[in-house]
């Protein structure tokens, strides 16, 4: 196995904050893709598109760039890197894992979406943070999500508000009941971002958005940093932060099964939970609901429109296969991160279902 490492040096915005210089310094370049060729291939089952391919063994020997919409150390990174060395071993290509970070995630699914659908550029999509950005109708998202070819979900990861350890507010329900503005960092674009306008929104809490973040390092670095008061981010990325006891968690968007998560997590309630402790309008609590179903709906891996069917047929079986390995699924636990992956027709069903149900979220994301 061969491991070749390409570096890729990004320009970073100047934040302002106690932490803006150090937060630019530790994100001015990082190592934005790893190549892992493997010499095995194997055979695969899959569905939708059209026109010739090869199956398999048309990948076998080639190079697949698999786009990262994060910068090193997000969540879509962790698990592309995750699944990277496996997929090559089962199609016996190289895996180049990039960063395209940019507008949450929008810019790096957008160059997937671009890409020719010859199943050499494939990438993660944030399902649920696009769908908002749809209904709100932002710029830049130049995709249509229903169009994809999905090839799976890694995992559905929980995501958890977490405030500084410090705060007043120490519970949800003090945050819910404090008459003071809450200072909430934020991704503009993210899950996170949907999050925030939707609970925070929905549940009254009066508060303040400082959406000057483009990654989960500097939003992590701004936190510590001190520059504001609670975000709301994936497992994935919170664990080191709420296991390190410099931030609180406050709430968890659903049931958590990773043992790790379940000790750092001890105590604290569910969106679920939470939404039975106070009386929302049905407009609002459909929105909570919405959101959550949305948010279950991340770290996706996709292709462009219009790949051919055999070459998605092989792509889904070597995920799928490759989820299934003993050396990967020991990985993502050494590593924190939740495995549980769905398929890509099913993902496609569920992503087709959420676009269509997702005007609930609207009062809070337009």
Request: charged letters at 15%; a neutral charge.
């Amino acid at each position: 196995m061969m491991v070749n490492r390409q570096e890729r040096h990004e320009s970073i915005p100047c934040w302002r904050g106690r932490a803006g210089r150090q937060r630019a310094a530790l994100a001015a370049a990082a190592v934005a893709s790893v190549a892992v060729l493997a010499a095995c291939g194997t055979s695969a089952s899959g569905s939708p598109g059209s026109g010739p391919g090869g199956g398999s063994g048309y990948f076998k020997g080639k190079t697949i760039t698999l786009i990262a919409p994060d910068k090193p150390g997000g969540s879509y990174d962790s698990y592309a890197r995750l699944f990277a060395p496996y997929i090559g071993q089962e199609l016996g290509a190289t895996i180049n894992v990039e960063n395209v970070a940019g507008a949450g995630t929008v810019e790096g699914s957008s160059q997937m979406a671009a890409a020719s659908p010859d199943g050499l550029t494939i990438g993660m999509v944030a399902v649920g943070a696009d769908i908002a950005s749809k209904v709100e109708q932002q710029p830049g998202l130049n995709f249509d999500l229903n169009k994809l070819s999905w090839i799976g979900q890694a995992a559905i990861v929980p995501n958890a508000l977490v405030t500084q350890p410090s705060a007043s507010a120490q519970s949800f329900s003090a945050l819910v009941h404090s008459s003071s503005t809450v200072n909430v960092l934020d991704i503009r674009n993210g899950i996170g971002d949907m999050l925030n306008r939707v609970v925070f929104g929905a549940f009254g809490i009066k508060h303040k958005l400082a959406t000057g973040f483009e990654s989960t390092s500097e939003l992590k670095q701004g936190f510590l940093a001190k520059d504001g008061q609670t975000i709301f981010e994936a497992m994935s990325t919170l664990y080191p932060l709420i296991s390190g006891n410099e931030a609180k968690p406050l709430l968890v968007t659903g049931s958590v099964s990773l043992p790790s998560y379940q000790t750092a997590l001890k105590g604290v309630p569910t969106i679920q939970a939470e939404l039975s402790q106070v009386s929302l309008s049905s407009s609002n609590a459909a929105a909570v609901k919405e959101a959550l179903d949305l948010s279950n709906l991340a770290d996706a891996f996709a292709a462009p429109a219009g790949l051919p069917a055999s070459e998605l047929t092989a792509l889904r079986q070597a995920f799928t296969k490759a989820a299934a390995l003993p050396a990967l699924q020991a990985k993502a636990a050494k590593e924190s991160l939740p495995l549980s992956f769905t398929g890509g027709a099913a993902l496609a069903g569920q992503v087709n279902t959420a676009l269509a149900n997702s005007n609930a979220i609207a009062p809070y994301v337009s």
